[in-house]
């Protein structure tokens, strides 16, 4: 192959290597990975923390009284790590921010122009009361304003919590409820294939349903459709505020950056806290080891911002690292389907970062539309959210990689940070289909039942053995925010992440999926309690369970079984409210693409629902023994109810 490729195999499986023009410009080579191992853990950690700028330095890499507590005695300010420092150094001039909105209109920042606008939003947030500690509340879609609101939050020490711009206005007021948050910056709405979609009424019902008074601010994005009220608006504080400038406010490295929720196996969504110097530690360094971001790159992280991918690899990593990164406001086929290339052509894009369910789109539209840009710009390529198939992951490395991109197939969670697992791509062969090893300082096994390592080939359950800086706080203190934390029976630390992998010979991890009852639709995590809990609130339902069938396009699809009360009839009536119940209560995004109405549920003796049995049923596998159950005859019912 051109360029250094090559290919090889062992246990039969195949190997690929990155080209030798990646591997001598990298950041990261199999010398300073080999080095890494060596200093040992928790040390080598030091070498992120040192991509920081300081206000005071750490007196430790990991407090040693077992609290777990990352960078102790350091202190720090993610705006100013993200911004002023660059602007410092001369680098002001360069562009942090190119915002590519819907209506093909860009906005593109230097980091002097965000440090402007981050400095008067601060102001302003300031004087509306907002002290450090404060929880501000993001209900914003992919508009330039929202990295601007999370840095202005970081300025001032006032933790951010980021509410996807499609959850509904119940989702949003859980949230706001949750984490007592007084202030909440919106827009007034945005567009969806052309439609202007209302935001501020959503806002407005979600404010009027919490206790708390809350402040908004609106961001104005529909031009002369949008409404405010009497909201405060955004444009006009930082207009009164321009030229103000606000000292970055020093955090102790364990205080509060944001808080984000996530989808749990309870009906609640789970709160999740992110420190400031181990989560900005471990998000930089992953940007320049994984990522290998240098300052004159331009990183495009397609992930919304209102979920975790976003706010590491689309606005604090890049950042944190002075390089360059694109906020898309869009949808990739709207309005061609050649959008997302032409975007990267046009703006050279040197990483690429997406989700194999975007890529799964990308091969169903076909080559056509990548093969009318030039992407040569390209350098590196990455996916998360979910396993990426062989077919998928050679298809996106010819067709969008040339044939020579590496590709770094990502895993993390929400409640890990930043990446965890993953092949750096400058130091390992890369293996189509598995992710690659744990990182230099992580600690990673396969487990079964009891929690004893099981043999390669075998599948299990991932966990990960030793703390690492991005972790959720609520993983140091175990503070009860429905983050598991298992022990194995010697007593070592150890997380339990949810999720099912095995281990090949060489030591490269595949991951299998989630083991729990938590649903990854399009690459999003949902859970089935969440919307189980709503529709079992729908007038005329007995009871519900929600499973997830395997869907081609969009990794799982949410299929609810439902058993309406006795005198209720199981119609298109009934059906429509239980999907306006959970769109209501958490978005169309978690909306069951289908709904089977049955009499009963597969139970235990004891009265326990079998979800297995209806996952199976679901995805037309084979059952097996269902004599345990007390109604073994419903399982009989609903696979023939299905095969209709
Ligand atoms: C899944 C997103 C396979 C996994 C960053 C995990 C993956 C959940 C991968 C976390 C990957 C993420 N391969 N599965 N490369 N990356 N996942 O919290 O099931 O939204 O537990 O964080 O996504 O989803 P979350």
Redesign the pocket.
């Known amino acids: 192959m051109a360029n250094g490729s090559r290919k090889e195999t062992t246990h039969g499986r195949d190997w690929e290597t990155p080209p030798s023009s990646f591997v001598s410009g990298a950041n990261v080579t199999a010398g300073d990975r080999d080095a890494l191992r060596e200093t040992g853990w928790p040390s080598c950690w030091k070498t992120a923390a040192e991509l920081l700028d300081w206000h005071r330095s750490f007196d430790a890499v990991l407090d040693d009284d077992g609290s777990t507590r990352w960078f102790p005695g350091g202190r720090l300010n993610a705006s100013h790590n993200c911004i002023d420092r660059y602007v410092a150094n001369g680098r002001g001039d360069e562009t942090a921010l190119i915002w590519e909105g819907k209506l093909g209109e860009t906005r593109t920042y230097t980091y002097h122009q965000l440090r402007d606008e981050v400095n008067a939003f601060a102001a302003a947030l300031r004087n509306l009361g907002v002290g450090e500690d404060d929880v501000v509340t993001l209900y914003m879609p992919m508009v330039p304003e929202l990295p601007i609101a999370m840095l202005a939050c970081a300025r001032i020490g006032a933790p951010h919590s980021v509410v996807f711009a499609g959850f509904s206005a119940n989702a949003l007021a859980t949230r706001l409820a949750g984490a007592d948050s007084e202030y909440l910056v919106t827009c007034d709405g945005y567009y969806r294939r052309g439609t202007a979609l209302h935001l501020k009424s959503m806002a407005d019902n979600a404010c009027l349903s919490v206790e708390q008074d809350v402040e908004q601010i609106v961001v104005n994005r529909l031009g002369d459709d949008g409404e405010i009220g009497d909201a405060r608006s955004y444009a006009d504080l930082v207009a009164d505020h321009d030229g103000v400038e606000i000292d970055p406010v020093e955090r102790d490295s364990d205080d509060s950056l944001f808080l984000i929720y996530?989808s749990g196996t309870t009906g609640e969504p789970t709160l999740v806290e992110h420190t400031t110097g181990g989560y900005l530690s471990h998000v930089a360094w992953t940007s320049h080891a994984v990522f290998d971001l240098k300052p004159e790159d331009t990183h495009w992280c397609s992930a919304d911002v209102g979920?975790?991918?976003g706010h590491s690899y689309a606005v604090y990593g890049p950042l944190a690292l002075g390089a360059t990164t694109i906020l898309y406001e869009g949808t990739p086929d709207h309005p061609e389907k050649n959008r997302l290339w032409e975007v990267i052509e046009r703006n050279e894009v040197d990483v690429f970062y997406t989700a194999p369910t975007s890529i799964r789109a990308f091969m169903k539209w076909g080559s056509e539309y990548p093969e009318q840009h030039d992407l040569s710009s390209l350098r590196l390529l990455g996916?998360?959210?979910?396993?990426i198939d062989e077919t998928a992951w050679r298809w996106y490395r010819e067709h969008v990689g040339g044939g020579e991109c590496p590709i770094v197939?990502?895993?993390?969670?929400?409640e890990t940070g930043g990446v965890v697992l993953s092949t750096l791509p400058g130091a390992d062969r890369m293996r189509p289909g598995a992710?690659g090893r744990e990182l230099p300082g992580i600690g990673a096994t396969v487990v079964n039942e009891v929690g004893e390592e099981v043999p390669p080939r075998e599948s299990g359950r991932l966990v990960l053995t030793r703390p690492w800086p991005g972790m959720a706080r609520s993983l140091c203190e175990d503070a009860g925010w429905g983050v598991r934390r298992t022990s194995r029976a010697d007593g070592q630390w150890q997380y339990d992440?949810?999720?099912n992998a095995v281990r090949d010979e060489d030591g490269y991890l595949h991951?299998l999926?989630?083991a729990d009852d938590v649903l990854?639709v399009s690459g999003r995590?949902l859970s089935t309690a969440e919307i189980e809990s709503a529709i079992v609130g729908v007038d005329g339902v007995a009871e519900a369970a929600v499973v997830g069938g395997t869907d081609t396009m969009k990794g799982s699809k949410v299929h609810a079984f439902v058993s309406p009360e006795s005198n209720v009839a199981g119609d298109e009536v009934l059906r429509t409210r239980v999907q306006s119940a959970v769109e209501s209560a958490i978005g169309s995004i978690a909306a069951p693409d289908s709904v089977t109405f049955t009499p009963s549920l597969p139970k235990t003796r004891s009265g326990k629902v079998v979800r297995r049995y209806l996952k199976a049923i679901a995805n037309g596998e084979d059952l097996g023994d269902t004599s345990a159950l007390r109604n073994p005859e419903v399982v009989g019912e609903l696979e023939s109810l299905l095969n209709e």
């Open positions: 996530t979920w975790i991918t996916t998360v959210g979910e396993p197939d990502t895993w993390w969670q929400t992710v992440t949810g999720d991951l999926g989630r990854n995590r």
